[in-house]
């Protein structure tokens, strides 16, 4: 494979910014407490559902019952046992007082193991919760087994993806053919050809692509299904999307109330990020009688981080004056290239100080996207890029061409 080759290809990038105007009113708003509620009572409260075969499922009833003189509301549902599901108890859901109500935990097991957990029943007036065991084993007519067993990618930020190994091996003492392996929307398989047929104590390793499409949790599930459709292995998948950084600024206001001419006076602010880090590139206000003081910039603010800072008034002249104060934030430079003609798992990224390198990797590792958002840059530098292209046995081209990236002073 001809990867040093198909990696030479253009880099294009832009400069983008970001404005954030800080002038904000601030709400903040009781939340009431309620009482605590008990009574709640299950039957039965541990279900085993012995051997179940793979591709099938098993069901079983549960009663709920409320012992209390007074209602209760559960609102949410909690479990650690993958393969249940519950059926016929829509969430919230109130039930009066000396009331039942009766639903179903479904047992369809991904893989030949024994699973055992929890399902809680939150009680939205307290901070107790029922809790149901549950047990089962999955049955499979092969020895198809994958390492590891479930997958984590950890933290992966919108414009980026993440890759990760996985190996199926035929432990039992027949061929086992497979039919197809895949995964949904956002994760993807690269790495191995279906149909295929694994001989007794063979292995195949190939790659699951984590690219998120919005902030928040993801999840889903890496299936290889058997050509007989009578066994599969799930492999369960997920990864978690920072959101956007938010910047907020407490007091939203400052009132410097009366100050002689020729005299400052100076009041205390505190900036927060919430979110995901955030990166302040300047500062301006529309009055030269205000001025900042201790407030370095650019300052990045991790999530959950504070800063406070000092805004200074000394008037020029006599009568009311009034001024905002804005920050610049989000400076980055995007990276993106056609993909290589080669067979490829990844890219990796480079950036540079001075033309020609020495370059440092900005990814931990192959990232398959021909895509990458550099937001730890800063105003008024110059940055030199390239790019190499990984092929499945680790093998990394040469660098691509230089690209030069100057991002302006904000």
């Known amino acids: 494979m001809n990867v040093r080759e198909n990696a030479r290809t253009m880099i294009s990038r832009f400069v983008r910014f970001g404005l954030a105007f800080l002038l904000l009113n601030v709400c903040i708003a009781a939340k009431p407490v309620l009482a605590a509620t008990s009574g709640l009572q299950c039957s039965p409260c541990a279900l085993g559902f012995g051997n179940v075969k793979v591709t099938q499922s098993k069901t079983l009833p549960v009663t709920l019952s409320n012992t209390n003189s007074a209602a209760v509301t559960i609102s949410s ?3 650690s046992a ?39 029943l939150v009680n939205s007036g307290s901070s107790s919760a029922l809790a149901l065991s549950v047990s089962g084993t999955g049955l499979t007519s092969g020895s198809l087994t994958a390492n590891p067993s ?35 929307t956002p994760f993807w398989v690269t790495g191995l050809t279906t ?14 692509h ?3 499409q919005s902030t928040g949790a993801a999840s889903g599930g890496l299936t290889a299904l058997s050509s007989a ?19 907020s600024i407490a007091p939203a206001t400052l009132t410097f109330g009366s100050v002689p001419v020729g005299s400052t006076k100076s009041m205390t602010a505190t900036l927060s990020a919430a979110g995901a880090g955030v990166t302040i590139a300047s500062d301006s206000l529309t009055s030269s009688e205000f001025s900042v003081s201790a407030l370095p910039l650019p300052l990045t603010l991790a ?6 800072f000092t805004i200074s008034f000394t008037p020029q002249s006599s009568g009311t004056v009034s001024a905002s104060l804005s920050l610049k934030t989000g400076v980055s430079v995007n990276l993106s290239w056609q993909p290589s003609a080669s067979q490829v798992i990844g890219y990796n990224i480079y950036r540079g100080a001075k033309s020609g390198g020495p370059y440092a990797q900005l990814t931990s590792g192959a990232d398959a996207a021909t895509a990458y958002t550099d937001a730890s840059v800063q105003g008024g530098q110059t940055y030199y890029y390239v790019v190499t292209a990984v092929n499945s046995n680790k093998q990394e081209s040469t660098y691509s061409n230089q690209v030069q990236a100057t991002v302006p002073t904000p």
């Open 77 to 79: 549902v909690q479990q």
């Open 150 to 184: 479930i997958i984590n990618f950890g933290t992966v930020p919108l414009g980026t993806s993440a890759i990760k190994t996985q190996t199926l091996t035929n432990s039992g003492t027949t061929s086992v053919a497979i039919a197809s392996v895949g995964s949904g």
């Open 82 to 120: 993958p393969g249940f599901r519950i059926s016929g108890l829509a969430m919230p859901i109130t039930l009066g007082a000396g009331k039942t109500a009766s639903f179903s935990i479904t047992f369809a097991p991904l893989n030949n193991q024994t699973v055992q957990g929890t399902i809680r």
């Open 195 to 208: 149909p295929m047929t694994l001989a007794p104590g063979a292995s195949i390793t190939f790659y699951a």
């Open 210 to 212: 984590f690219r998120p």
């Open 303 to 308: 999530s959950g981080q504070t800063k406070s």
């Open 229 to 247: 459709n009578d066994y599969r292995v799930v492999v369960p998948l997920s990864g978690t999307v920072p959101g956007s950084g938010q910047l």
